[in-house]
């Protein structure tokens, strides 16, 4: 297995893999790694029913012998699709079909080989679930993992697969991401991968994406995914290393003099996504909402029936803040070709601590304007002062036709300024 790289007691990248499948030996590998979750913190918390499934020999293709594992708000034929939630455990019908990314990458050759928890129906940012538990962090003992994906980047974190499939509707993949330093790329809301076979949160914001432990991964499943040659590009880098607000200034400097009066800062960007993210998120949840309250995670709740409280102003200046927000994202994205922004304002907050309101909408002021734009975004990770892994994402253009030679660009750039590199 020369070149291929070990991770923990796994085999933590595609070529360890594919050299497994060469030798006919994946089913035997997982198989391993079923009898070693016994002793892994946070197996439970992390995976739906707190196992593996068993695993056929791969089929040939691109991804041919890599296992993956995929967050519990896709359809899995003959399964049940939950969200990590009670409310779906007495409603919910085995899937009569595949999810398309469940299709494409078992097309693929990728071996599907569990489902993973998450913040309930994916309404959060720090992996907390009060049916299933909180899921640690493998690489800061102590450490929140981050969420909605949070089991999804246990998985990888900790070594058991080298890819899992996750959603971002306001960071879900992102915030796991960088506090488990891994790279994650969010897709825009529009693919089939976002929308077919998915349960739903807010379908205007809402994302498939993955996370991986290799950046040589990450690039051969945009490269797969047809998000470029990998060639490069002449795109100029834009570099903010904090976001204290965006000012008229900014805003002229990206082609949007239409906003020289507007007093744009984060927290009118929050406040626009949380209008928008809730009341969406109502319309999927109304029938059920006070009917079954008992059944919800109170947090929750609370963040969907706050939409019940939105005036029709408040909607209002949402969808224009939205508009304009977009429309000056699409401009600086045209000149400079992406923007770079930290993912998160440090590193995974401690267990003990958590994360409430406030420091929810103080990482939602990093994810939430690309979310709000619908941009894909790559996060990247990196070693903080300390050892502590945090990120950088890179706002890509909304066509994913070049996503793989701007993030090569800007990943050689980060590089070259002396950012400490995670693989």
Same mark, same amino acid.
């Not at 297995?1 to 006919?24: I, P, Q």
């Not at 619908?374 to 994402?393: I, N, R």
């Given at each position: 297995?020369?070149?291929?790289?070990?991770?923990?007691?796994?085999?933590?990248?595609?070529?360890?893999?594919?050299?497994?499948?060469?030798?006919?030996?994946?089913?035997?590998?997982?198989?391993?790694?079923?009898?070693?979750?016994?002793?892994?913190?946070?197996?439970?918390?992390?995976?739906?029913?707190?196992?593996?499934?068993e695993a056929a020999e791969p089929?040939?293709?691109?991804?041919?012998?890599?296992?993956?594992?995929?967050?519990?708000?896709?359809?899995?034929?003959?399964?049940?699709?939950?969200?990590?939630?009670?409310?779906?455990?007495?409603?919910?019908?085995?899937?009569?079909?595949?999810?398309?990314?469940?299709?494409?990458?078992?097309?693929?050759?990728?071996?599907?080989?569990?489902?993973?928890?998450?913040?309930?129906?994916?309404?959060?940012?720090?992996?907390?679930?009060?049916?299933?538990?909180?899921?640690?962090?493998?690489?800061?003992?102590?450490? !929140?993992? &981050?969420? $909605? =994906?949070?089991?999804?980047?246990? @998985?990888?974190?900790?070594? +058991?697969?080298?890819?899992?499939?996750? *959603?971002?509707?306001?960071?879900?993949?992102?915030?796991?991401?960088?506090?488990?330093?891994?790279?994650?790329?969010?897709?825009?809301?529009?693919?089939?991968?976002?929308?077919?076979?998915?349960?739903?949160?807010?379908?205007?914001?809402?994302?498939?994406?993955?996370?991986?432990?290799?950046?040589?991964?990450?690039?051969?499943?945009?490269?797969?995914?047809?998000?470029?040659?990998?060639?490069?590009?002449?795109?100029?880098?834009?570099?903010?290393?904090? !976001?204290? &607000?965006? $000012? =008229?200034?900014?805003?002229?400097? @990206?082609?949007?003099?239409? +906003?020289?009066?507007?007093?744009?800062? *984060?927290?009118?960007?929050?406040?626009?996504?949380?209008?928008?993210?809730?009341?969406?998120?109502?319309?999927?949840?109304?029938?059920?909402?006070h009917a079954n309250r008992r059944?919800?995670?109170?947090?929750?709740?609370?963040?969907?029936?706050?939409?019940?409280?939105?005036?029709?102003?408040?909607?209002?200046?949402?969808?224009?803040?939205?508009?304009?927000?977009?429309?000056?994202?699409?401009?600086?994205?045209?000149?400079?070709?992406?923007?770079?922004?930290?993912?998160?304002?440090? =590193?995974?907050?401690?267990?003990?601590?958590?994360?409430?309101?406030?420091?929810?909408?103080?990482?939602?002021?990093?994810?939430?304007?690309?979310?709000?734009?619908?941009?894909?975004?790559?996060?990247?990770?990196?070693?903080?002062?300390?050892?502590?892994?945090?990120?950088?994402?890179?706002?890509?253009?909304?066509?994913?036709?070049?996503?793989?030679?701007?993030?090569?660009?800007?990943?050689?750039?980060?590089?070259?300024?002396?950012?400490?590199?995670?693989?």
């Open positions: 297995m020369s070149g291929a790289s070990f991770h923990g007691d796994g085999f933590a990248d595609f070529a360890a893999w594919r050299a497994l499948a060469a030798e006919g030996s994946t089913p035997a590998a997982i198989r391993r790694m079923q009898e070693r979750l016994a002793g892994m913190d946070g197996a439970q918390q992390a995976l739906a029913g707190g196992k593996l499934w089929r040939d293709g691109p991804l041919g012998g890599v296992p993956w594992v995929l967050k519990d708000l896709f359809d899995v034929a003959g399964m049940r699709t939950l969200a990590s939630s009670r409310l779906l455990e007495s409603l919910a019908s085995p899937a009569e079909s595949d999810a398309a990314v469940v299709r494409d990458l078992k097309q693929a050759g990728a071996v599907l080989i569990g489902k993973t928890h998450l913040n309930e129906f994916a309404y959060g940012l720090d992996g907390v679930n009060p049916h299933f538990g909180t899921v640690p962090n493998p690489l800061v003992p102590g450490a !929140l993992a &981050g969420g $909605s =994906s949070s089991g999804s980047a246990w @998985a990888v974190a900790s070594g +058991l697969v080298p890819l899992a499939v996750g *959603t971002d509707t306001g960071g879900s993949i992102r915030v796991p991401a960088a506090y488990c330093g891994l790279y994650g790329f969010r897709m825009v809301p529009e693919h089939a991968w976002s929308r077919e076979g998915a349960f739903p949160l807010a379908p205007r914001f809402d994302t498939a994406g993955w996370l991986a432990w290799h950046r040589r991964d990450m690039v051969e499943m945009l490269r797969w995914m047809g998000a470029g040659s990998g060639a490069g590009c002449g795109a100029g880098l834009a570099l903010a290393p904090e !976001l204290p &607000g965006l $000012s =008229s200034g900014w805003a002229e400097e @990206a082609g949007c003099g239409e +906003l020289a009066d507007w007093k744009a800062d *984060t927290a009118d960007l929050v406040t626009a996504f949380n209008v928008l993210q809730s009341s969406a998120a109502y319309e999927v949840h109304s029938r059920w909402l059944d919800y995670d109170p947090a929750t709740w609370g963040r969907i029936a706050r939409a019940e409280a939105w005036t029709g102003d408040e909607r209002r200046r949402a969808e224009e803040t939205a508009a304009v927000w977009s429309s000056c994202l699409e401009g600086w994205i045209g000149r400079h070709g992406f923007l770079v922004l930290p993912t998160v304002p440090g =590193s995974a907050p401690p267990l003990r601590q958590g994360m409430g309101d406030q420091d929810r909408e103080t990482v939602l002021a990093y994810t939430a304007p690309a979310s709000l734009a619908g941009h894909p975004v790559l996060s990247v990770p990196f070693e903080m002062s300390g050892g502590f892994p945090s990120a950088v994402q890179v706002i890509l253009p909304r066509s994913l036709d070049r996503a793989l030679d701007v993030a090569l660009v800007v990943m050689a750039r980060i590089d070259a300024a002396g950012v400490k590199r995670i693989r």
